[in-house]
């Protein structure tokens, strides 16, 4: 919905580092400069002062910065109120490493269930592991994570 380099821009403002914007964003410090200075190149605007220590926003940046998070924003509220119209409230997948199989979190569901009424999980080699409930992502992540966390520690 929006130029996905927006992004990198805005972790590298706010981090102050290419090489962390990179690890928070999850991709490699090559492709993120790579994103930043083909957006600096399309458009013509300086908007790091690149430097052995780390980058420091340019006055042009700053205001590039605050315009991307207003949209960041404002393309994330827009498809949450379109995924509520359409009655999807998202779906959370929690992998488990083929090296370390999720028979011991299959095991748990039962006692975590009661806290997911109704939610599907999945497990299996060619069924991906996922919980569906009506909850945003973020909480409904956090709500398995609380459930876990409560029963390990019971």
Known sequence: MYDRRLEAITAA???GSFS???????????????QV????????ITLFERS???????????LLVDGARSIMRQSEDALRRARRAAGDGGAVRVGVSMMCPGRQTLSMWTDVHPAFVGVPFLCGREVPVFLHYPLEPTLQVQKFVNAMAQLLNS
């Open 13 to 15: 403002a706010e981090l």
């Open 20 to 34: 962390r914007a990179a690890a928070k964003l999850r991709v490699s410090t090559p492709a993120l400069v790579k």
């Open 37 to 44: 200075s083909g957006f600096e190149a399309e458009f013509g």
């Open 52 to 62: 052995h220590s780390g980058v420091k926003v340019t006055p042009a940046g700053a």
